[in-house]
């Protein structure tokens, strides 16, 4: 209960509005940052965008799972799994609480790294797509 009461202290301090700008702005890097992989965001409409997580269709034939697990091996990132019918073909990138842009970038580069290695070919540099629109937008 004490967490509970620090937590919500430190979202009354710094505002809700303000919270919620700031998974916006996270959500739409890291929405960039899949768009320049030419890889699926799960959520088929972007007026109901999660600001909380983003979910990444991996191509077809590709076990995400075995992805996100090379991922946390190589750098030791976790990455959410799909759940029910799309468990395996997807993973989720989550960008809330207590983060920044530095953390989602390295988070991105992660991914980044991981999907090449496993042998996926990504259209370009979703690292640097979040970068541009984190520099680009500045934090409230």
């Avoid at 509005?17 to 998974?23: D, I, W």
């Avoid at 090449?116 to 690292?127: E, N, R």
Wanted: with cysteine; glycine share 12%.
């Amino acid at each position: 209960l004490y967490g509970l009461s620090e937590a919500l202290d430190m979202l009354l301090a710094e505002g809700l509005p303000r919270v919620f700008a700031r998974h916006q702005r996270w959500a739409v890097g890291v929405r960039a940052a899949v768009t320049a992989w030419g890889l699926p965001i799960q959520c088929a409409d972007p007026a109901v965008f999660s600001p909380v997580l983003t979910g990444v269709i991996t191509p077809p034939g590709v076990d995400a799972d075995a992805v996100r697990k090379l991922i946390h091996q190589r750098f030791d990132l976790s990455l959410g799994t799909g759940l029910g019918k799309i468990k395996g073909r997807m993973f989720r990138i989550g960008h809330l609480g207590d983060s920044n842009d530095l953390t989602l970038v390295a988070t991105l580069a992660g991914c980044e790294m991981g999907l090449k290695l496993a042998g996926i070919a990504l259209q370009g540099s979703g690292v640097q797509a979040a970068m541009n629109h984190f520099a680009g937008t500045p934090a409230a």
